[in-house]
């Protein structure tokens, strides 16, 4: 596709459940983030693979978040134990290069209930 | 700790007047700085952006002044547009090895009124 292609585009999943959230890059784009926005907050960094391999994993709030791109495209954000405070919408982002311009999907709009 | 701050959540303009978005950051080590527009159910699109080695970009209707003593930056847009309408985000980077990773603001929401 043209564009960063993000699904689901909403997912409501009680507490305590594991999700999974798949970011589709632009073809060719080796850099690949994640971001997090909360309600009233921007874009909070998550992750940033270069590549297969998770180059800077800092922004993780803890070990229930895993990310993973095995062909070094596709990407999948692992929740596990999903807690009403992961609620929020996330954001995954490619460039052709870490300092290259960023082209941001829609996003997955997540509801912890 | 907020490192970029955008202290105004809304903003309302007429249209064909100038709209004027204010942004502060407080980490020195950031030397590149990025507008994002964002509408609705959509994702942010890259606008404008500055290098801090500049104090002044400009694209069109969109202009990004930069003042680095004082760590403020600033969009202006002009004439604005209804089709404006949108929240728009400053962000930051720095430059070695995090140089990809982008620090947001808030956002400012902007409505311009036909």
């Known amino acids: 596709g043209a564009g960063v292609s993000q699904t689901p585009s909403n997912k409501v999943t009680e507490k305590g459940k594991y999700v999974e959230l798949r970011c589709d890059p632009i073809s060719g784009h080796t850099a690949l983030y994640w971001y997090r926005q909360s309600l009233g907050q921007g874009p909070e960094f998550l992750i940033y693979f270069q590549g297969t391999g998770a180059a800077d994993d800092s922004g993780l709030p803890n070990d229930r978040f895993f990310a993973v791109r095995p062909e070094g495209s596709v990407s999948t954000l692992k929740i596990q134990r999903t807690e009403r405070g992961d609620s929020a919408v996330y954001l995954c982002?490619?460039?052709?290069?870490?300092?290259?311009?960023?082209?941001f999907g829609q996003g997955t709009r997540l509801t912890v209930v | 700790d907020q490192q970029v701050k955008q202290n105004s959540p809304s903003l309302s303009v007429q249209e064909g007047r100038i709209s004027i978005l204010n942004c502060d950051y407080t980490?020195?080590?950031?030397?590149?700085f990025l507008w994002y527009k964002k509408y609705p159910a959509e994702g942010p699109t890259f606008l404008i952006s500055?290098?801090?080695?500049?104090d002044k970009n400009e694209d069109g209707r969109f202009t990004v002044f930069l003042n680095k003593s004082a760590k403020h930056l600033s969009l202006h847009i002009v004439p604005s547009q209804p089709g404006d309408s949108a929240v728009y985000f400053c962000a930051a980077s720095g430059s070695g090895a995090g140089s990809y990773q982008l620090t947001f603001g808030k956002g400012t929401k902007l409505s311009v009124i036909p």
């Open positions: 980490n020195s080590m950031f030397d590149y």
């Open positions: 500055i290098s801090s080695i500049k």
């Open positions: 982002a490619s460039s052709l290069s870490k300092s290259a311009e960023a082209f």
